[in-house]
């Protein structure tokens, strides 16, 4: 079992970054995908990056601007966020899966989720 707690969310201009990081309490943290999703006002929660060791996932509209990694000795995943856009506005949610079990993408395959962090980004 893991407990994400994320952190690091705040306001930005647009074409700012923000690191975002999910500690996650645990001893069996490394047997477990991580994933982050973000929920803007009015919209169904989106995928937007997971990670499984080296492997790397994102969601189209993040590619090229998000990276995730994780420290597994410190049980932490981090999210770094570069040019960030007014629609990347929304509260920021990690989770974790058990490792190879069901999609990256969907949200009702993760175990675990933390309380999320706002992340607003003004134009």
């Known amino acids: 079992q893991v407990e994400p707690v994320e952190s690091g969310g705040g306001l930005v201009q647009a074409g700012g970054s923000l690191r975002l990081s999910c500690a996650a309490s645990?001893?069996?943290?490394?047997?477990?995908?991580m994933g982050w999703f973000r929920q803007a006002p009015g919209k169904e929660r989106e995928f937007v990056a997971g990670?499984?060791?080296?492997?790397?996932y994102y969601a189209d509209s993040v590619k090229g601007r998000f990276t995730i990694s994780r420290d597994n000795a410190k049980t932490t995943v981090y999210l770094q966020m570069n040019s960030l856009k007014p629609e990347d506005t929304a509260v920021y949610y990690c989770?974790?899966?058990?490792?190879?079990?069901?999609?990256?993408?969907?949200?009702?395959?993760?175990?675990?989720w933390g309380q999320g962090t706002q992340v607003t980004v003004s134009s």
């Open positions: 989770a974790a899966k058990r490792a190879y079990s069901g999609s990256y993408y969907n949200a009702q395959h993760y175990d675990y």
């Open positions: 990670l499984r060791w080296s492997a790397e």
């Open positions: 645990g001893r069996t943290f490394s047997s477990y995908d």
